[in-house]
């Protein structure tokens, strides 16, 4: 590992100038490229104390072994070098995109006499047309199938165009009438070029004009009383319609435009493209890259940017090319896109409208492309035991931690505070086992005494159900306050149990979760010979046959955190005599793993499957945890004084407002009043009145815009001290989203 001071420049020696520079290693291979506005201000950031640089960054300037850098005269000419560079040396540490399929176009062979119409995948070439890129190669050919009957386009390959020639014959798609057969001499070389040159402005998105010159010709042959030609037109518009309506219209007409939307997390980006031409998506297309630098989402916009027009000019570079974020600067970005095709191009993010809605379709699918990569490589069998055998490795332990848990919390500024555990086993989540926990030992804002709290109750009843099937010695590892007994013990346990019972993500909640039948080998003790303990046998099911909830002992405990969240557990599973379960955290910021009793985080390589399996459950706690928050904390904006009233469903309680119109009318009304709704008794009527009695009202809602006090006949929710509704200076939806953890 070098050290960045050995290679430092001198004082002076940096020229305050565009340009473009280079990282090199021992061996000379370039590791990395990049451009700045001024070489010396963006070179100093990297020769700082390493301790402030992010941990790609410090990776990248310890492997380097020398620097050197180009002058250019703007920033534009720094953008093309920038672009030329990557594409020569491939440097390691650079934002490189690839293809998560290799996608079809259509492509249409203009630098040829006779122009042929084919499906190609790979580089594009000269004096080809293409378009696309499509989902499918199929989607490809049932539309060039459609087309072929109004462009009677070659498509044949090379040698059965010469084997034609040879024998006079043509294919059959020259019998049919798909096809001019140019190889029989039956259309001239000019002609059949004019004859190509329609079918690509039609594939252009130029289909208004064509259509009404077919629909001109289809009358005036059926004036001239030329049926059958006319028929055939009538049939040839049918034809080009019914390829038009498979590219569904997104824009107004006349619209050429790109989309690119961006989803990304710590370690990997997905980009979408969206092709837009003539208002219709004529191709779709994707990426995914790791995050090798410490990188902003525009400047993944900029090099998506270069990777897509890199090679393209003219009309393949649309006038519009929506982003979800600018580069930073974004003139000489937007200066090259003009150069590239030879007229302005609108860089910009979509504000309204349709554009807008379409880059939200775009955005979703990003989305799902990076969750599918990240599935696809967590299935694979051998990735993830390379990756839980690194984890065994990195923090010392004995076996491969066959099933995980991973703890988190989660709030709204110290309000409804809940923690999440989900189950991984052999790398991959079990969502049956998941469970969910309310924080009931105190109130406000403490992760740490949170995460005390969750560790102790989940394993105190782990130790419970052993001591019950008898594998845990009697008294080894339980405190007075942690053994279940048959009275108060047992009634906390129950109503643990009932508690944390949480819905797999799919479907009701399951009453009990089923036993693993892959899962991790017992951690106290072997099993006994006669009852193994991964399967669903007598000790690990209660009386009614049903799974036990926390019968199995994971090999490894992850909380979402750092330093103070690690100790808490650790300190949790101290205390209740545990000593065989290993503990780490994961902090977020830097994605470092710290363990109990340790001053100094370990860090595993950012290529490490290890550590992607660690983020990947770390991610999957935090959304259980705030998907439940955010339920609960809805469920309690909700509640009113009536659903404290014992016994008053919800079809009565919403009889009783009918009938009165609000709260407010129903609390001054008498009970004799409240008797006279249909299916409310005298009782009923009691114990509601009593209800709102003690009850106490809240204050009035005020109208934002106009400083109005408005009361229940306004339509302002009425709520409780017991229940509030949300508060006017709670922030925008956004900002409270900023303020969950």
């Known amino acids: 590992m070098a050290d960045p ?13 565009p340009g473009v520079y280079r990282f090199r290693d021992e061996h000379r291979r370039v590791i990395y490229v990049g451009k700045a506005k001024s070489l010396r201000q963006r070179l100093a950031n990297y020769f700082q104390d390493l301790a402030n640089l992010h941990p790609r960054t410090r990776t990248m300037v310890t492997t380097a072994a020398s620097v050197e850098w180009t002058v250019v005269s703007t920033e534009v000419e720094a953008l093309q070098l920038e672009y030329s560079w990557i594409k020569e040396y491939d440097p390691r540490f650079n934002v490189k995109y690839r293809d998560d399929k290799s996608y079809p176009y259509l492509a249409v062979t203009m630098n040829e006499e006779f122009p042929r119409v ?3 995948r790979g580089q594009k070439k000269k004096g080809v047309r293409y378009f696309g890129p499509y989902g499918h190669a199929w989607a490809i050919r049932d539309t060039v199938d459609l087309l072929l009957r109004v462009f009677p386009v070659r498509t044949c390959s090379a040698g059965v165009f010469k084997n034609a020639a040879r024998t006079g014959r043509p294919c059959l798609l020259g019998y049919i009438g798909k096809c001019s057969a140019p190889c029989v001499g039956r259309i001239t070389p000019d002609d059949h070029w004019d004859l190509a040159d329609e079918f690509c402005d039609f594939m252009a998105g130029r289909t208004g004009t064509y259509l009404r010159r077919l629909e001109r010709q289809m009358a005036e042959a059926a004036e001239e009383m030329e049926y059958e030609r006319a028929a055939r037109l009538r049939d040839d518009i049918g034809a080009l319609k019914k390829a038009m309506e498979k590219s569904a219209v997104v824009l107004a007409d006349a619209t050429d435009a790109d989309l690119i939307a961006v ?33 902003t ?42 150069g590239r095709r030879g007229s302005g191009v609108s ?9 807008k809605a379409l880059m939200e379709t775009v955005q979703r699918n990003a989305q799902q492309a990076l969750v599918l990569h990240k599935t696809k490589r967590a299935s694979d069998l051998t990735t993830r035991s390379r990756a839980l055998e690194e984890i065994a490795e990195a923090l010392d332990l004995d076996s491969a931690p066959l099933r995980i848990e991973c703890y988190d919390i989660s709030h709204l500024q110290g309000d409804d505070v809940v923690a999440s555990m989900v189950v991984f086993e052999d790398g991959l989540a079990r969502k049956s086992e998941y469970r969910r926990f309310q924080i009931k030992g105190f109130e406000g804002q403490d992760d740490v005494r949170s995460m005390h709290e969750v560790i102790t109750r989940r394993f105190r009843r782990y130790l419970a159900e052993k001591e019950k099937t008898g594998e845990w010695a009697d008294g080894e590892g339980l405190t007075d306050g942690d053994r279940p007994t048959n009275g108060a013990g047992a009634a906390e346990n129950g109503a643990d149990a009932a ?69 808490a ?3 949790a599973l101290d205390d209740l005599g545990i000593d065989d379960i290993a503990v780490c955290g994961l902090a977020k910021r830097l994605e470092e793993v710290w363990l109990p009793g340790e001053d100094d985080p370990v860090v595993l390589p950012r290529t490490s499957e290890g550590l992607y399996l660690l983020q990947r459950v770390r991610d999957e706690a935090h959304r259980f945890a705030i998907t439940y928050q955010r339920a609960k904390r809805a469920k309690r904006f909700r509640a009113g004084p009536l659903d404290e009233v014992p016994g008053l469903g919800e079809t009565r309680k919403q009889a009783l407002i009918k009938h009165f119109g609000s709260v407010k009318r129903l609390r001054s009304a008498t009970i004799d009043q409240i008797c006279e709704v249909p299916g409310i008794g005298r009782k009923t009527a009691e114990t509601v009145a009593a209800a709102l009695a003690r ?12 400083g109005e006090i408005m009361d229940d006949e306004d339509g302002a929710p009425e709520t409780t001290a017991d229940a509030p509704g949300e508060p006017v200076s709670a922030g925008t939806p956004d900002e409270r989203r900023g303020q969950e953890r």
């Open 569 to 571: 557990a650790q300190r």
């Open 263 to 295: 989803a990304e997390d710590e370690l990997e980006a997905a980009v979408q493209i969206f092709h837009v031409r003539g208002g219709r998506v004529r191709g779709q297309r994707g990426w995914v890259t790791d995050k090798v630098e410490e990188i």
């Open 695 to 706: 009850a106490t009202p809240a204050a009035p809602a005020v109208n934002t815009a106009t």
């Open 118 to 120: 084919q499906v190609m």
């Open 499 to 567: 508690e944390t019972g949480a819905a797999p993500m799919h479907g009701p909640a399951p009453t009990h979760g089923p036993a693993p039948t892959h899962g991790p080998a017992p951690t106290h003790g072997p099993a006994p010979a006669d009852e193994p303990a991964l399967t669903d046998g007598p000790a690990l099911k209660d009386d009614d046959g049903r799974p036990k909830r926390f019968a199995y002992p994971p090999q490894l405990v992850v909380v979402d955190g750092g330093q103070p969240q690690v100790a």
């Open 5 to 17: 001071s050995s290679y430092r420049p001198r004082p002076g020696e940096i020229p305050d100038s």
């Open 347 to 355: 860089l910009r993010i979509p504000q309204r409208g349709d554009k």
């Open 297 to 338: 989402t525009g400047a993944l916009v900029e090099h998506a940017l270069q990777q897509l027009y890199g090679e393209e000019s003219g009309d393949a570079v649309p006038k519009e090319v929506l982003v979800p974020a600018l580069p930073d600067p974004v003139e000489p970005v937007q200066q090259w896109l003009t």
